[in-house]
């Protein structure tokens, strides 16, 4: 007797269940080495992930010249700032990540009309904090540099794909489609704040 299709799927999902796989808790063990290592990282960390969106669509709403800075500046000051914090290795509260949110959520729904100078400054800002944190994460031997390069090379690709998307945007409805993209990521980092001050009460 031939089993129905959708029962087999469940019957194949619930095995699947029952063997998990290990759970890592900083750095994901892709098989692939530690550079692949590092671009999954980043893919599956929206604390990182989600800013950098928000720098690129920043950098997009305000033009080409400002799409290509942040592009180059970003990935460098996150290697500078993951070299640093391979040495250190400190801590910082949850809150710093949850202020990004705010900040660049927040200057992305205003469509803050900020020179090249500012840009390059948030951009260097951006990169060097949260590679910091990524570099005093990655405490496994032999994954810090290569795991370092695979998040900016993540970094830089992301920063491309989201700013070429919206320099062209024009219209008004797109622009403000952006924007409101921006308020939710600043939601988001205010949700976040207080969910922080509240575990830390």
């Keep these: 007797?031939?089993?129905?299709?959708?029962?087999?799927?469940?019957?194949?999902?619930?095995?699947?269940?029952?063997?998990?796989?290990?759970?890592?808790?900083?750095?994901?063990?892709?098989?692939?080495?530690?550079?692949?290592?590092?671009l999954l990282h980043f893919a599956l960390t929206p604390e990182d992930m989600v800013p950098v969106l928000a720098l690129a669509l920043l950098a997009?709403?305000?033009g080409m010249s400002h799409g290509r800075r942040a592009l180059f500046v970003l990935p460098v000051a996150w290697l500078l700032g993951g070299a640093v914090g391979l040495t250190v290795h400190g801590g910082v509260s949850p809150l710093v990540t949850s202020l990004s949110f705010v900040v660049f959520g927040g200057l992305?729904?205003?469509?803050?009309?900020?020179?090249?100078?500012?840009?390059?400054?948030?951009?260097?800002?951006?990169g060097l904090g949260h590679g910091y944190l990524n570099g005093s994460s990655l405490t496994q031997p032999g994954l810090g540099a290569m795991?370092?390069?695979g998040i900016a090379a993540a970094v830089f690709t992301l920063v491309a794909l989201a700013a070429s998307f919206v320099v062209p945007l024009r219209a008004v409805w797109a622009r403000v489609i952006v924007r409101v993209a921006g308020s939710w990521i600043a939601a988001i980092g205010l949700l976040l704040i207080g969910w922080a001050l509240r575990s830390g009460a």
């Design 108 to 126: 992305v729904a205003a469509d803050a009309r900020l020179p090249l100078g500012a840009t390059t400054l948030l951009a260097a800002l951006l």
């Design 1 to 38: 007797m031939r089993l129905p299709h959708r029962l087999v799927a469940v019957i194949g999902g619930l095995a699947l269940t029952v063997c998990p796989s290990r759970a890592e808790a900083h750095l994901v063990t892709t098989g692939l080495g530690p550079l692949y290592d590092g």
């Design 147 to 149: 795991g370092l390069l």
């Design 60 to 62: 997009g709403l305000r």
